[in-house]
């Protein structure tokens, strides 16, 4: 970091360079940077009650003023307790009691007015505040703050250094170590006049006239020190604005430079003969909804420009079959290669084996190419993908940079979406960018899909395949799964393999995942004396050959039971597991649930689905009874979406969709309207200096807000 930049920050702030240092760990190295440092609430301190008034153990907080009358101290149960007597303006009585803080009870002296901030309760027959936060006031006696004009309050605030705590709406900001709220709050108000200097409005007047947005310098001020809820509301609201618009800018520029690699040129009509002819030599029956998707593959196959194409599926809807078919036509109409991309080994493997089964017959050569093959598979491999003996290919991302070449690369499908970014996307570009079929293994809802994937289009298969019955789901508590062995053992003497899946913990927890994993593991065995030898656990920490010989031996029937932490989200299909338990499912999102559901959703035999929970009442309970009666998966997204965030289903995306609020997200009508609007101003205005930076800009620092 820059040396002057830092002693700028420091003399602004007037602080140590232990506190800067604190700082600068948290990524605040910039005068703009703690401009950004945004409030996580906010009290309303507009309004001084008398006695009388207050509501007493409210969660709110509430502030008062009162006069000192008496100060007592004295010792209970070796701690050092201060009693402080107050009258307020209207002479009722009541108390402060601060324990062992020596520094808070010098600070109130008698004979002197102060404002007292926090929650009133009754103790002792008397209204007591605990430890609350106290301002000195420098207003006469007899002089209430709610008589004073909005003016004269405002002066009569800016006397006293810590005044402007009092009389206003409070922000309160994310401690951070030693540093507290209150030394955010302080520090704000001395530079928070200073926002014009640090930052610059960047949409043109006209933009901020039609969606009726703060500037950016309002912004900062009523983000920091409101004047009132509703420009507080309003300078969130251009937040969000600002997140949608840049998500939609980024979009676009990646957009209009991947078209700038294509090199496809106009190309005939369908051939709606063909496809018709491909689908009736299936062995099974497509759905409506598979169909539909193909069309659209199709069409989008025959524009001079690449698809970008978004392909959404809910559980076992069929997503590979519709991809291969598109895969096919390539080949058989337009004589194009393909790739599949998969972001696991294990993944790569189950692709190629169901492209394989699909395509052989069919004439075309599939290949896989994986991290774990030799030189010389992989040099063969190669070597045929040039000389166009290899129609379709099978990659893992792991081999991405290699030196791959193809004759003809026109139409890449990418499994797992989220998982496969710009970078990723940067490799397919040296081949001339071409037509990408990115699928996602988690329903998402359309407004989502639109806020944060405004690039491509969007399909959807909503509709299951014919002959799939429907999962048995069920919520249980830890006496009814341990009453489920005997039958579960039945299951397991049917050929029938089951699933015991530990609680999702936070990424920063890893090793608490680890250790939740192998407590269940060894439960699992004393639970199951008789299947012992025939259990084994997978978790993440775990090297990718060693995953993948767990898995061969779970197909393979030497094992039997897996206890497994969630990696099993996105693993190999195993028809015969049809029985899982979710260990403390409350810690689940719904969208989460139902992708690990999915795993025993394979095949035509009755599966079983039970959600060990601590608690069969609540909130948690009422939520986790949706699993029971919806096997829709984009019903179960919104519900997430409503209950707990963006961030339940977008899962392992950025971080930053889950700072856009429900109500923001759910407006498609203000969403389509920002996706118009970026497209006018990325038109308009091709030059704006920020638009530059904006990849690097969002890439890097995602958690910013304005530049």
Not at 69 to 76: D, E, G, H
Not at 385 to 403: F, G, M, P, S
Not at 485 to 501: A, C, H, M, T, Y
Request: hydrophobic letters at 45%; aromatic letters at 14%.
């Amino acid at each position: 970091m820059n040396w002057f930049v830092l002693e700028e920050l420091k003399s602004l702030l007037k602080t140590t360079t232990k506190y800067l240092s604190l700082l600068e760990k948290n990524w605040i190295k910039t005068p703009k940077d703690f401009l950004q440092y945004f409030p996580r609430a906010y009290e309303d301190r507009t309004k001084i009650r008398n006695l009388s008034e207050l509501i007493l153990d409210e969660k709110w907080i509430t502030t008062t003023k009162g006069k000192i009358i008496s100060k007592k101290v004295f010792m209970r149960w070796r701690k050092r307790i201060y009693d402080i007597g107050f009258i307020d303006e209207v002479w009722n009585k009541w108390a402060i009691s601060i324990f062992n803080s020596w520094y808070l009870a010098s600070q109130i002296q008698e004979w002197e007015w102060y404002i007292i901030i926090w929650k009133p309760t009754i103790k002792v027959r008397k209204i007591v505040f605990f430890h609350p936060s106290v301002v000195k006031t420098t207003w006469e006696d007899d002089l209430a703050i709610g008589d004073l004009k909005s003016e004269d309050k405002e002066n009569a605030l800016i006397k006293d250094d810590e005044s402007f705590k009092t009389g206003r709406i409070y922000p309160v900001y994310p401690e951070l170590y030693w540093i507290s709220s209150g030394w955010f709050a302080k520090k704000m108000r001395w530079i928070i006049d200073k926002v014009d200097i640090f930052f610059d409005e960047y949409l043109p007047s006209e933009f901020l006239q039609e969606f009726d947005l703060l500037n950016v310098s309002d912004t900062i001020r009523e983000i920091h020190f409101p004047k009132n809820i509703e420009l507080n509301k309003k300078a969130f609201h251009r937040i969000f604005f600002d997140r949608l618009l840049r998500i939609q800018l980024y979009s676009l520029l990646n957009k209009n430079d991947y078209v700038l690699w294509s090199k496809f040129a106009n190309i005939w009509d369908p051939n709606r003969e063909e496809v018709k002819m491909i689908i009736e030599r299936l062995p099974f029956q497509l759905t409506m909804a598979q169909k539909k998707v193909i069309k659209h593959l199709i069409d989008d196959l025959h524009l001079s420009k690449p698809m970008m194409r978004l392909l959404q599926w809910d559980v076992g809807s069929g997503k590979t079959v519709v991809a291969a078919i598109a895969s096919y036509y390539t080949h058989k109409i337009l004589w194009w290669q393909s790739v599949f991309l998969a972001p696991l080994e294990v993944l790569a493997n189950q692709h190629y084996r169901t492209l394989a089964k699909l395509l052989l017959p069919l004439w075309l050569n599939v290949a896989l190419l994986t991290w774990a093959m030799t030189k010389w598979e992989k040099d063969k491999i190669k070597s045929d993908l040039k000389q166009w003996r290899i129609n379709v290919l099978v990659w893992t991302h792991a081999v991405l940079q290699e030196d791959v070449e193809f004759q003809n690369l026109k139409y890449a499908v990418v499994d797992e979406q989220h998982k496969f970014g710009v970078r990723q996307r940067a490799v397919l570009k040296r081949f001339g960018s071409p037509h990408i079929l990115q699928m996602s293994a988690t329903p998402i809802p359309r407004s989502m899909a639109l806020a944060f994937f405004g690039e491509f289009d969007v399909s959807i298969i909503d509709e299951m395949p014919v002959g799939r019955k429907p999962i048995f789901t069920k919520i249980i508590s830890e006496k009814e799964y341990i009453k489920l062995k005997l039958w579960i053992l039945s299951k397991v003497n049917e050929w029938q393999k089951v699933f015991i899946v530990t609680p999702l913990i936070e990424e920063s927890e890893k090793m608490e995942e680890l250790k939740a994993a192998m407590t269940e593991f060894e439960d699992a065995k004393a639970l199951f004396p008789e299947i012992k030898w025939k259990i084994w656990l997978l978790h993440g920490k775990m090297k990718s050959k060693d995953k993948d010989d767990i898995m061969n031996q779970f197909k393979s029937w030497k094992l039997c039971l897996l206890v497994s932490t969630t990696v099993i989200e996105v693993w190999v299909d195993v028809p015969e597991a049809t029985i899982m338990v979710i260990k403390n499912a409350e810690r689940f999102g719904l969208s989460q649930l139902h992708q690990l559901r999915w795993r025993i959703w394979r095949s035509d035999i009755k599966s079983y689905c039970f959600l060990e929970t601590k608690s069969k009442s609540g909130d948690t309970y009422k939520r986790l009874k949706s699993m029971e009666e919806i096997t829709d998966g984009f019903k179960l997204a919104e519900i997430d979406l409503q209950n707990r965030g963006a961030w339940e289903i977008l899962g392992t995306m950025q971080s930053w969709e889950s700072d856009i609020p429900l109500h923001v997200l759910s407006d498609m009508k203000f969403l389509e309207n920002v996706q118009d609007w970026a497209k006018w101003l990325l038109e308009k205005y091709p030059n704006l200096k920020w638009l530059d930076l904006l990849k690097k800009y969002l890439n890097e620092k995602m958690w910013d807000v304005l530049i």
